[in-house]
């Protein structure tokens, strides 16, 4: 069948496309007789709506809390992103891939990892730089030097990023400035954000105002709190209305920031700026869950079958969204969702892309290899994307690595939405590695990812001595090295052939040089440069398969030798010069 859009309508209407002749052989239905059948059954035969082309570009990935400055509070921030777009803009990179900068909880303990959030619908205020705020020029002096105190034991180089002390910082000091009286046009200004973000913004405020009395998890609330719209509710709004205006403000200055952000970005010349990241799902004690708890299945978490790097399969934790129950609220949730995280940025990664079509349910006290796929509306997900997208002029990439339909691909193509290319996982129909000619065009192409540790870590073994050590093989130790040993062989033998390496004894820069080269050969239309592996990085940021036996997510960037390297020193680094010097030449 030539048709693959009529294909799609026959397969999601239960029309055959095939059948067994009386000779029996197989026969394909014409793409005529199922047009005719599909407009008799009063299908919308138009095609469906189509992002505009992507620019080819290169870019970094970046994990943004790892990225720090000497003018940051410990972890990399709002204004380290600007920074860092306008240099590697300056660079010719057409794009920025971050992580999820989604909310955390509103008091200490945070959460570290950026893939179970608070709420997806709203952003962490520890990303917030203080400084930038701009009542906080209008502080008395001394008033600013007791916040630069505040400041100060957080910009030392610690081995692993400290949330907690990051935002008991600053939390301190955005108080103080929250305190601080406000112009009339910055008043004006804020209730006008207030008004734009309507209900979700007052039902957010009010989770973080009541979260910081009762606990992070609404579940462990007092019986009459745990009901969103209830009386007792609204009563305590009003009892705590002082700290519901201090979180909704919280969301004010990210808005101004993020927009600063995506503003530099653009200004460096950027065709796309900030590609932002969307988690799966939230905490099942989060204030999306609270807010919309009818929207979700209870008793159930996400999560992803055994596979070659998780050989346990995964649980997330993540409550999944009811796929009727969503439907029937016109999925008004997930186009909010969708239209504030693009409101500044000018691309959406969809982390794990089968949440549009189906998920890897858990159900609560089984492991992780005991779930069952659920099946979303596909065509209905995809349509409210591509609009919110279309609206906001972005890009959208879809993480489609692991177990994944290939009609999924296939509707992510149709719809102009990028795939994902993960080097490590491109091989040929024989197992070999895949010439660069011969991957996909319609993908974001990566080395690796954040669940991986960087090339020099994967050059060393590192992945294998970390899972053996916290007795996550299923198979032992000597097996996997042994096939880590050919695999690798492969790849540095497929580098040599390109012309890309010269010689047995290439040094861990120069293979890291050479792979980016070889995803510039490729046809994707996006080329992402993950910055830990130009710096040299070896650590891995998530050990998927733990909690607390790996320090998630508190993985501050720095090199092979475990030094600190700051934004300031990216810009004389020849290390990451070497790493993007093939991909800068990349042809628009």
């Known amino acids: 069948m030539a048709d693959e859009h009529l294909s799609r309508l026959a397969r999601a209407n239960n029309v055959s496309t095939h059948y067994v002749d009386w000779q029996g052989r197989h026969a394909e239905v014409s793409d005529e007789t199922l047009h005719a059948v599909l407009a008799a059954l009063g299908v919308d035969l138009s095609p469906p709506r189509r992002l505009a082309p992507v620019p080819r570009s290169w870019g970094f990935t970046v994990q943004l809390y790892a990225v720090r400055s000497r003018g940051s509070w410990g972890m990399g921030d709002l204004r380290d992103l600007a920074d860092l777009a306008a240099w590697s803009g ?27 959030p608070m709420s997806r619908r709203f952003t962490s205020p520890l990303y917030l730089r203080v400084e930038d705020v701009p009542e906080y020029a209008d502080l008395p002096a001394a008033e600013r030097e007791r916040l630069t105190v505040l400041a100060r034991p957080l910009r030392g180089l610690g081995s692993l990023i400290d949330r907690d002390a990051v935002w008991t910082a600053k939390r301190a000091a955005l108080e103080t400035i929250f305190a601080r009286p406000r112009s009339a046009a910055r008043q004006a200004a804020y209730d006008l954000f207030r008004e734009r973000e309507g209900p979700a913004l007052a039902a957010f405020a009010t989770w973080c105002a009541i979260a910081e009395e009762h606990g992070a998890d609404w579940h462990r609330w007092p019986a009459e709190l745990q009901e969103a719209d209830s009386p007792s509710v609204a009563l305590a709004a009003k009892q705590l209305a002082t700290r519901v205006d201090f979180h909704a403000w919280l969301q004010w200055q990210l808005d ?62 993540q409550p999944p969204w009811h796929p009727h129950r969503l439907a029937q609220a016109a999925y008004r949730p997930f186009r909010e969702m969708l239209a504030a995280t693009l409101r500044h ?68 193509a149709t719809r102009g939405i990028l795939g994902t290319s993960l080097l490590w996982f491109e091989r040929d129909h024989e197992g070999r590695p895949k010439r660069p000619e011969h991957w996909r065009e319609a993908s974001l192409a990566t080395v690796g990812t954040h669940d991986m540790p960087p090339i020099t870590g994967i050059l060393h073994g590192d992945h294998i001595e970390l899972r053996d050590r916290l007795g996550l093989l299923t198979r032992p130790a000597e097996e996997e090295w042994a096939d880590h040993r050919r695999q690798l062989a492969e790849w540095l033998e497929l580098l040599r052939s390109e012309g890309l390496l010269n010689g047995p004894d290439a040094t861990d820069q120069e293979v890291v040089a050479a792979l980016n080269a070889l995803l510039s050969r490729t046809p994707a239309r996006l080329i992402g440069i993950s910055l830990a592996d130009a710096v040299g990085e070896r650590r891995t940021q998530n050990q998927p398969g733990t909690v607390d036996q790996y320090p998630n997510w508190r993985v501050p960037l720095a090199d092979a030798e475990g030094r600190p390297v700051l934004l300031e020193a990216l810009v004389s680094d020849q290390r990451v010069l070497d790493a993007i010097a093939a991909v800068r030449r990349v042809e628009p």
């Open 90 to 116: 300056s660079l010719g990179a057409g794009f920025i891939l971050i992580n999820p900068l989604h909310a955390t909880e509103p008091a200490v303990p945070i959460g570290p990892s950026p893939y179970s």
């Open 256 to 317: 101004d920031q993020l927009g600063a952000a995506q503003a530099a970005a653009r200004a460096s010349g950027m065709p796309i700026g900030i590609v932002h990241d969307l988690a799966v799902g939230v905490h099942p004690g989060s204030a999306d869950a609270w807010m919309y708890r009818p929207l979700y299945a209870q008793g159930m978490s996400v999560g992803a079958p055994p596979d070659e790097f998780n050989q346990l399969g995964q649980d997330w934790g």
């Open 345 to 412: 940025g000018g691309g959406l990664r969809l982390d794990h892309a089968m949440q549009v079509s189906r998920l890897w349910w858990v159900p609560e006290g089984r492991t992780a290899a005991e779930g069952t796929y659920v099946a979303y509306d596909r065509d209905a997900l995809l349509t409210c994307l591509v609009e919110e997208a279309e609206r906001a002029g972005a890009v959208v990439i879809g993480e489609d690595l692991g177990t994944v339909e290939p009609e999924v691909r296939d509707d992510l």
